[in-house]
């Protein structure tokens, strides 16, 4: 059975620093998605990375997939407040990790 | 506004009663999705559709749990005998089936069993 693994799960970081979350996954997957969720809200789409090598950018956000280690990456650059949220990776549309909380402090 | 809605929005039942929720997907998308996720935990899929037909059903949802979609639109999903444990909020999701099947989600509904 697909398992997905995000760490870490909770991340406190200081406005302006760089960090890193990585996504693993356990079986091969064409496709893999990342989603930002604020607290109340439902969930919001933030990259779709389709092939082995994809690097996608968005404002301080870049994700990036490598297939053949079956690990995506989310890396946050000169982080801001507005950043703070739940980020979720998933893979094979379907299945999602649990989640990575950040909160990003003055 | 053309996304996805769902309705309600909050269920409270007790124990033992049968509720439905509705989704409504967008338009031109083949592909809905049901989903439930609890506190501080990701969306565990439940089922999902593409046009009418119910191609993918999660081995963890129990017989109590049935998912519709007649006419390959809006959908359906109803719980029976609700228990305490099936307390959650219930995201609904569309998607087209070619392409990146990137989804889209509804507001949820938060049901709570008492």
């Known amino acids: 059975e697909l398992k997905v693994e995000q760490n870490p799960l909770f991340l406190s970081m200081q406005e302006g620093k760089n960090y890193t979350i990585y996504c693993n996954y356990s079986t091969t997957s064409d496709r893999l998605y990342w989603y930002r969720q604020d607290p109340g809200k439902s969930l919001e789409s933030l990259f779709v990375l389709l092939s082995n090598g994809a690097v996608k950018q968005e404002g301080r956000l870049m994700a990036s997939l490598d297939t053949k280690a079956r690990l995506s990456t989310l890396h946050i650059t000169a982080a801001v407040h507005d950043l703070s949220a739940t980020y979720f990776c998933a893979v094979s549309d379907m299945r999602f990790g649990a989640g990575t909380r950040l909160t990003v402090k003055p | 506004d053309t996304g996805v809605s769902q309705d309600p929005r909050h269920k409270i039942t007790k124990r033992g009663q049968n509720v439905t929720f509705r989704c409504d997907p967008i338009s031109e998308h083949n592909r809905l999705y049901w989903y439930r996720q609890t506190l501080g935990q990701g969306p565990e899929f439940l089922t999902y559709?593409?046009?009418?037909?119910?191609?993918?059903k999660s081995r963890l949802l129990s017989d109590r749990f049935s998912a519709e979609r007649p006419k390959g639109s809006f959908s359906t999903l109803e719980i029976q005998r609700t228990e305490q444990g099936d307390s959650a909020m219930y995201l609904c999701?569309?998607?087209?089936?070619?392409?990146?099947?990137?989804?889209?989600f509804g507001p949820g509904t938060r049901l709570t069993v008492t």
């Open positions: 559709f593409q046009n009418e037909a119910q191609l993918e």
């Open positions: 999701a569309s998607s087209l089936s070619q392409g990146p099947r990137e989804q889209y």
